[in-house]
């Protein structure tokens, strides 16, 4: 079979990109993205539709495709994607509801559910996880309670990358990042248990087969030719989660090497051997792409989307002015926080617009401002945002570190850390080392080498890295800003605590009132 390129695609929360890799150089030759839409239908929901998922990463390939004569030489193709989503498809892959992503945290109940009839402890031993409305089963067992119909019609439940694999060759698979988002798989054994699943209410046959992140599923149908461009007969890897996928592009393979990813959410993901047992389950745990290795993973839902949210609130007058100057409308908002001192002259933002993930777990918990004062400027809420997301990340951080986690390398990509300023702030607020790797999008290349893998021309996912991955900056933080916001943290801490019961409440006023007639 001809080809020396692979190509992968990374499902994120708001967008979908692709990256063609030349396997001899160990060069990206094309790079496509599309977004696609997010939508909170009811207070605490939060939706998409499963053929947008698919649209996006039509476009993104076919970007790629228009780059150069590149389709007769892909020799294969993998996908990743954001995690926690539960879709339900009926036996022809048709959606039978939109798919109710991560950060949906309506099912409170099932979890309680979950807690009463198999136990946390159980799931703790089994998965590696709590039990939280980010995963997929509270979720299943909402459609289960309130849409019967639907969950008796489900023939499998997919993620977003499991949907798209299935629209590429034809096959149901899941590969084993996305089942260590099922509490019914037993992470250190790679496999399902039975019993827990029968104790959840939520049958294996409604999961699909599972496949190692670089193993083949199957191959691009002549359908799936004619909507992306690609060749009929290309072939398909199970992919892996977009962080573990991230993780392999950068190069963080080892365990004690750690890496924070930043989008619309972030990821701080640590690397465990398997077979280490780590009490600690407000960082969760999932399989990376190498077999052997866990992600001590702790994830943060507001990252970037709370400076989308800032630009699509307050930013008019930055964005008529990027666009005209053809300037990244971030790099402006970045520019005015450069000029506030550390502390953002002590305003403080706790970045939970709509649910808190790691390591609080809060549902109800909601953004704030605190620390408003007269001189409080525009510049002075950008930096906020920054240092607040920050804080998030330290807090994870320590919990890690007091549960045995060892971290000897932080390694960074993403969207935001793109920002110089913005890498510098969590330098300072972590107090470690920050390594920038000198690649585009990581997850993208992690499916593409899974690719590379699958289709035979690697025999080993690590066997590239050293080729494809280099590291262009380290960041060391600055020890005096770091004992001021060290000093600060301690404060931000204490707010989010003395402000939960009064979330709480909020959040049942909001309930009570959208309720009314």
């Known amino acids: 079979m001809a080809g020396h390129l692979t190509i992968g695609v990374d499902i994120g929360t708001t967008n979908v990109k692709a990256s063609i890799l030349n396997t001899q150089s160990g060069k990206i030759v094309a790079f496509g993205s599309q977004e696609h839409p997010l939508f909170h239908p009811n207070p605490g929901w939060a939706e998409q539709e499963a053929d947008n998922y698919w649209s996006a990463v039509v476009s993104a390939i076919r970007q790629c495709l228009e780059q150069g004569n590149f389709a007769d030489d892909i020799a294969g193709i993998a996908l990743s994607g954001l995690v926690g989503v539960t879709l339900p498809v009926s036996d022809k892959g048709k959606p039978l509801r939109p798919a109710m992503i991560w950060m949906d945290s309506r099912t409170e109940p099932e979890c309680d559910d979950i807690r009463a009839t198999v136990g946390e402890d159980t799931i703790n031993r089994n998965n590696g996880n709590r039990v939280a409305p980010w995963f997929i089963d509270p979720k299943a067992l909402w459609i289960k309670k309130h849409e019967p119909h639907i969950f008796n019609a489900t023939h499998k439940f997919l993620s977003p990358s499991g949907y798209c694999t299935y629209k590429m060759c034809g096959n149901f698979t899941m590969n084993t990042g996305d089942a260590g988002l099922a509490y019914a798989y037993e992470y250190q054994k790679e496999s399902w248990n039975e019993n827990v699943a029968n104790a959840i209410g939520i049958p294996l046959d409604k999961f699909p087969r599972l496949y190692r992140s670089h193993e083949p599923v199957g191959e691009v149908t002549q359908k799936a030719a004619e909507e992306t461009g690609l060749r009929a007969g290309t072939i398909v890897a199970a992919g892996g989660t977009d962080i573990s996928s991230a993780a392999l592009g950068v190069g963080v393979t080892r365990a004690g090497e750690a890496f924070y990813s930043m989008g619309t959410g972030s990821n701080i993901g640590i690397m465990i051997p398997t077979e280490q047992t780590v009490d600690e389950y407000r ?32 930013g008019q007058s930055e964005f008529h002015v990027a666009e005209r100057m053809e300037h990244n409308v971030f790099d402006l908002f970045t520019e005015q926080a450069k000029h506030v001192p550390p502390c953002a002259d002590g305003l403080m933002y706790l970045p939970y617009l ?18 408003i004062q007269p001189t409080t400027s525009r510049s002075t809420m950008i930096r906020a945002l920054i240092e607040g997301v920050a804080f998030d990340l330290l807090s994870n951080f320590r919990i890690a570190e007091s549960a045995g986690a060892k971290i000897d390398n932080l390694v960074l990509n993403g969207g935001p850390t793109k920002s110089r300023l913005w890498n510098q702030i969590t330098a300072n607020v ?25 289709a035979g021309i690697y025999s080993d996912p690590t066997e590239p890295l050293d ?18 916001y060290a000093d600060f943290f301690e404060v931000w801490t204490s707010v989010y605590t003395n402000l939960k019961g009064d979330m709480d409440r909020h959040r049942a006023l909001l309930e009570r009132y959208r309720s009314a007639p």
């Open 283 to 314: 960082i969760l745990k999932w399989p990376h792409v190498l077999p052997g290795l866990t992600m001590f993973d702790a994830p943060m839902a507001f990252t970037g989307a709370s400076l989308k949210w800032y630009r699509d609130q307050f």
């Open 354 to 371: 709509g649910n808190s993930l790691a390591p609080n777990w809060n549902s109800n918990a909601t953004g704030v401002f605190f620390g």
């Open 430 to 454: 972590v107090n470690r080392p920050l390594k920038v790797p000198d690649i585009g999008e990581a997850a993208p290349i992690g499916d593409a080498i899974l690719a590379g893998v699958a």
């Open 467 to 484: 080729q494809i991955v280099t590291i262009k900056e380290t960041i060391d933080p600055d020890p005096e800003a770091h004992k001021r």
